[in-house]
């Protein structure tokens, strides 16, 4: 049913900009929100940044000023700009949905992941 499509992901040097795409099957206008959320390996996976319906953006202070989060309704798809990478910026990047059921049920969902090596 709906589904996350992430790519754009791959090896890149410290310094250097990536951007990630999220391909959803629906409307990204009809979820309440979406983000980015990435895993190190033996880490937890955190939150990256996040969007919502109405425009609202957050990001993770690691993250501020070095990368852009942005969403094209046309293609259904959300971006990650990722700008000045580091290597602790190294992870599986997960693409995330929220979508609204009722006034208290959120279905979550999430694609299925794309890697982001930054190594010199």
């Known amino acids: 049913q709906v589904q996350l499509v992430e790519s754009g992901g791959g090896l890149v040097q410290p310094g250097e900009s990536l951007r990630l795409s999220c391909a959803a099957s629906?409307?990204?206008?009809?979820?309440?929100?979406m983000g980015w959320y990435r895993q190190a390996p033996g880490k937890q996976r955190e939150l990256v940044a996040t969007?919502?319906?109405?425009?609202?953006?957050n990001y993770a202070d690691a993250v501020k000023g070095r990368f852009i989060i942005s969403g094209d309704n046309a293609k259904d798809t959300l971006y990650l700009q990722m700008n000045s990478l580091k290597y602790e910026d190294t992870a599986v990047y997960y693409c995330?949905?929220?979508?609204?059921?009722?006034?208290?049920?959120?279905?979550?969902?999430w694609g299925q992941g794309t890697q982001v090596t930054v190594s010199s």
């Open positions: 995330y949905a929220g979508l609204r059921l009722s006034d208290a049920t959120v279905n979550s969902y």
């Open positions: 629906g409307s990204i206008f009809s979820f309440y929100a």
């Open positions: 969007i919502t319906s109405g425009g609202k953006i």
